[in-house]
T-cell receptor, first 110, second 114 residues
Framework: GEDVEQSLFLSVREGDSSVINCTYT??????LYWYKQEPGAGLQLLTY?????DMKQDQRLTVLLNKKDKHLSLRIADTQTGDSAIYFC??????????FGAGTQVVVTP | SQTIHQWPATLVQPVGSPLSLECTVE??????LYWYRQAAGRGLQLLFY??????ISSEVPQNLSASRPQDRQFILSSKKLLLSDSGFYLC?????????????FGQGTRLTVV
């Protein structure tokens, strides 16, 4: 099975906050990432967090890391229609291999 | 920053035909390179990764192979395509070494095997 797990779908109303959750298994992971994929396109890095941090904020994005539970979350404040996409959580293992989750499809409704 | 060129963008191939997808990287040397497949628009599966020229690791048994003939060139191949090889293929690169912070992705190749 996959080493990184995410819920598959999230529906959120425009203007509300979105929270996407992810769990990983490799305790030696050094970096954890959130990528965004819009329809028919490649992946774009949104943000990342180093494993010795608990939180990182970047404008509307907040990343929370619970290293003990191996749990990562991405919060998007004031969600907009342009935020509709698939969001991938990924972990970087010791030498640099990137392991992705299955992706969470976020649908923003008016 | 790094730039990844991946082509073609779309490809329709008959069952049993060969495949060659190419990916080249600019802006960095000795990168880690990856091939991912995304089937049916979901789930990014790591197929191959490479830490250097001629060094290929396969993640899953399959009908595909990969090669890295040059430092910044990564090729995905098949001798005979199967219907199940259809999908969206993404090439990615990241800096080698411990302090990596970001991976860059190509725009992907949508392969349809008919």
């Amino acid at each position: 099975g996959e080493d990184v797990e995410q819920s598959l779908f999230l529906s959120v109303r425009e203007g509300d906050s979105s929270v996407i959750n992810c769990t990983y298994t490799d305790s030696s992971s050094t970096y954890l990432y959130w990528y965004k994929q819009e329809p028919g396109a490649g992946l774009q890095l949104l943000t990342y967090i180093f494993s010795n941090m608990d939180m990182k904020q970047d404008q509307r994005l907040t990343v929370l890391l619970n290293k003990k539970d191996k749990h990562l979350s991405l919060r998007i404040a004031d969600t907009q229609t342009g935020d509709s996409a698939i969001y991938f959580c990924a972990e970087r293992t010791s030498w640099g291999k990137l392991q992705f989750g299955a992706g969470t499809q976020v649908v923003v409704t008016p | 920053s790094q730039t990844i060129h991946q082509w073609p963008a779309t490809l329709v191939q008959p069952v049993g035909s060969p495949l060659s997808l190419e990916c080249t990287v600019e802006g960095t040397s000795n990168p880690n390179l990856y091939w991912y497949r995304q089937a049916a628009g979901r789930g990014l599966q790591l197929l191959f990764y490479s830490v250097g020229i001629g060094q290929i690791s396969s993640e899953v048994p399959q009908n595909l192979s990969a090669s890295r003939p040059q430092d910044r060139q990564f090729i995905l191949s098949s001798k005979k395509l199967l219907l199940s090889d259809s999908g969206f293929y993404l090439c990615a690169c990241s800096k080698s070494g411990y302090m990596n912070t970001e991976a860059f992705f190509g725009q992907g190749t949508r392969l349809t095997v008919v």
